[in-house]
Nanobody, 115 residues
Framework: QVQLVESGGGLVQSGGSLRLSCVAS????????AAWYRQAPGKEREWVGR???????EYADSVKGRFTISRDYRKNTVFLQMNNLTPEDTAVYYC?????????WGQGTQVTVAS
């Protein structure tokens, strides 16, 4: 089992920044592969980006150049640094770790960007 807990969401002004954290725990906890998704009201859950064991990462076009995924193995934590936020970034943000037959989702953290 793996548990993922996101934190760091909140209300920010347009142009501001936030750093989200996703802490993995449990006997199978691993952050060698991890991804971030987001879901705005009335919208499908959207893939934001991912990081793989090599440290390479990739991002959706909508966030490329503004968001960065990183990790701290000692803390078993994946981060999503979000810069130059706009109201279009308002959503619940989720981390996801693919393991075994499927994967695990966090409960999400709300990010609201004021217009």
């Amino acid at each position: 089992q793996v548990q993922l807990v996101e934190s760091g969401g909140g209300l920010v002004q347009s142009g501001g920044s936030l750093r989200l954290s996703c802490v993995a725990s449990g006997h199978r906890a691993s952050i060698t592969h991890a991804a971030w998704y987001r879901q705005a009201p009335g919208k499908e859950r959207e893939w934001v980006g991912r990081i793989i064991p090599s440290g390479s990462s990739e991002y959706a076009d909508s966030v490329k150049g503004r968001f960065t995924i990183s990790r701290d193995y000692r803390k078993n934590t994946v981060f999503l640094q979000m810069n130059n936020l706009t109201p279009e970034d308002t959503a619940v943000y989720y981390c996801y770790v693919p393991l075994g037959t499927g994967g695990y989702w966090g409960q999400g953290t709300q990010v609201t960007v004021a217009s």
